[in-house]
């Protein structure tokens, strides 16, 4: 079983509503993982204070998810492009690179 302590967060945007306009947003909180979930979430003295790995977040922002912030939509414009459509990686790329 591994934890991690993120303690003391300046903010921790939780993303807790379905309109994120009602969502919380939490100040001078903590945020306690055990085994890659969320056991514990609020204010320090009511999250676990001790964890296998610790992070100070005092000056900090804490979001959750940003999973595949990387991407590349701009090729999905050129995506249908007949030249490329069944082109190998680097014969896609290039034929793609002088558009893009």
Do not use: K
Request: aromatic share 6%.
């Amino acid at each position: 079983m591994t934890t991690l302590l993120i303690r003391n967060a300046r903010t921790i945007a939780t993303l807790d509503h379905a309109d994120p306009t009602q969502a919380r947003e939490l100040h001078q909180a903590s945020l306690f993982i055990r085994d890659g979930c969320i056991a514990a979430l609020g204010p320090a003295d009511q999250v676990p204070s001790t964890a296998d790995e610790v992070i100070d977040a005092q000056h900090h922002l804490v979001t959750p998810g940003l999973i595949n912030t990387h991407h590349h939509m701009y090729q999905s414009l050129t995506r249908a492009m007949p030249a490329v459509q069944n082109a190998e990686l680097f014969g896609w790329l290039r034929g793609l690179y002088p558009i893009w």
